[in-house]
């Protein structure tokens, strides 16, 4: 185990403790909690751990909560930025934080970006993931392919920051502020979700340039090669060996498409879920109805050598 202290506890997490560890050419920040089986929690763009705070001590209370920023995202530095950081090389590095706390086996529960890296693991590492919680997510193929005028007005982002260098760079780095303002208002709808020092929080990281080349990296790798991973899984009919638990939030889904649930049956063979109210923040904006169902999702499922 390698666990080093860097900063004090987050006001964020009072009972839990930094976590600082150097695994898969990432040097992780986020903080740490809890006891009993593992579950790793995987924020989205364009947020960091912090996203988890009303998930967290919950969760804590039967578990030990692993909750990092992604590898570039928040405090958590990238010794190199090439090759690309796609979803496969974002897995192999949480699957080394992992075994650097000493589980080999262990949970996931992804919202947004930390689910495409979280199902992503699961393809990957079949035997290190307990079950997966996808959060806001359909599999990137799924998400592209099925995308018209209004999805992808909604999710702008999207193709903005996959365009090629340095357009992006140089647009984001004109008014970060007002950029990841927008960006969060469109997800909230305009609601206030997130309390004032979470969304100050959210501003700081998103000033620092390395934090968001990183985000940016993250949807170009989107559009190419975590697309191209996709499309040869299912050709080649891989689906996702352990329990999927989907949660997606109303104003996410169309009553015209398929569900998420629908969606993820193509993917994995035991897959739950339903849906939330609110917008796509769901660990902010449906904490209690997220809970309500990773719980006992979570106290369902059978863990060894762990």
């Known amino acids: 185990m390698s666990e080093l202290t860097r900063t004090t506890p987050t006001p964020f997490f009072p009972d839990f403790r930094p976590l600082d560890v150097k695994a898969g050419g990432v040097r992780f920040a986020g903080v740490i909690g809890g006891h009993g089986a593992p579950v790793l929690l995987l924020h989205g763009y364009p947020q960091t751990h912090i996203a988890w705070r009303r998930i967290a001590p919950t969760l804590a209370l039967a578990h030990t909560v692993i909750i990092p920023d992604l590898p570039g995202y928040g405090s958590s530095q990238i010794s190199r930025t090439t090759p690309r950081w796609t979803k496969r090389r974002v897995g192999n590095a949480l699957v080394s934080l992992m075994e650097q706390l000493g589980h080999k086996r262990f949970s996931v529960v992804g919202h947004d970006r930390g689910a495409r890296a979280g199902y992503r693991m699961a ?30 007005t909604k999710a702008f982002h999207w193709f903005l920051l996959g365009q090629q260098a340095d357009l992006p760079e140089r647009l984001l780095a004109a008014d970060p502020d007002a950029f990841i303002d927008f960006a969060l208002e469109k997800m909230t709808e305009g609601r206030e979700v997130i309390e004032a020092a979470a969304m100050e929080a959210y501003r700081a990281a998103f000033r620092r340039p390395s934090v968001r080349q990183a985000m940016i990296e993250d949807y170009r790798a ?41 969606i993820w049956r193509s993917w994995a063979t035991d897959v739950t879920g339903s849906s939330t109210r609110g917008g796509h923040l769901q660990p902010e904006d449906a904490s209690e109805q997220v809970l309500a169902a990773l719980v006992p999702f979570l106290r369902a499922q059978k863990f060894n050598d762990i």
Request: glycine content about 2%; charged content about 25%.
């Open 222 to 262: 989107a559009l190419d090669e975590d697309l191209a991973m996709d499309e040869a899984d299912f050709a080649a009919c891989r689906k996702l060996s352990c329990p999927v638990l989907v949660l997606w939030p109303d104003a996410d889904h169309a009553d015209n498409r398929p569900t998420p649930i629908e």
């Open 123 to 152: 393809l990957d590492y079949p035997e290190r993931i307990t079950v997966f919680a996808s959060l806001a997510v359909v599999p990137t193929l799924d998400a592209l392919t099925s995308m018209d005028f209004r999805g992808a």
